[in-house]
């Protein structure tokens, strides 16, 4: 496996392995990756592992890559509560801490890719759920992630295995 790096910028850019397409970032901005905060919409300068893939089993196929891949579940959650122990960790609701669904109505978590971000160790309110997934049609900024079209998002699955990271930079 070789180690393969993609970069993501503040002015909309995702480039690596021969492309580059558009993105969208935070609506907060690149900030940096120490002074992040639960719920600031700023996605945090650093680079960051891809970790595994979650896919929407209804809606596409299960994604060619040599990262772990996930389906989801309606069930599925993420905890953003800080004072919980599940913080920045996945769920099964009904929660009853403040979470984010996964299953959504929209299209954006049909693919999500969880990065290393506040992982290990997990450090509470410095940020979750910062993910790599679809980006809107309009690419409106994001609460924090890194978005692309589908299309470009398989494209980079196709390509990447644990050691494969997203550098975001402002």
């Not at 891949?69 to 309606?74: I, N, T």
């Not at 589908?150 to 196709?158: G, N, P, T």
């Amino acid at each position: 496996m070789t180690d393969l790096t993609y970069t993501a910028t503040a002015r909309g850019k995702f480039s690596g392995n021969g492309l580059t397409c558009r993105c969208a970032l935070g609506r907060g901005g690149v900030i940096a990756a120490d002074q992040k905060r639960e719920g600031d919409g700023a996605s945090p300068q650093g680079v960051w592992r891809m970790k595994r893939v979650f896919f929407r089993p209804d809606r596409l196929t299960r994604p060619e890559t040599r990262l772990p891949v996930v389906p989801l579940k309606e069930s599925d959650g993420w905890c953003d509560a800080p004072e919980h122990r599940l913080y920045n960790r996945p769920v099964a609701l009904p929660f009853s801490a403040s979470h984010e669904k996964l299953w959504r109505e929209d299209h954006v978590y049909d693919l999500i890719v969880e990065l290393s971000h506040n992982s290990d160790p997990v450090v509470p309110a410095l940020g979750s759920a910062v993910f790599f997934h679809l980006a809107h049609d309009d690419f409106r900024p994001t609460e924090g992630c890194v978005a692309i079209s589908r299309q470009h998002m398989l494209q980079v699955l196709q390509d990447s295995n644990e050691k494969t990271s997203i550098k975001i930079e402002f």
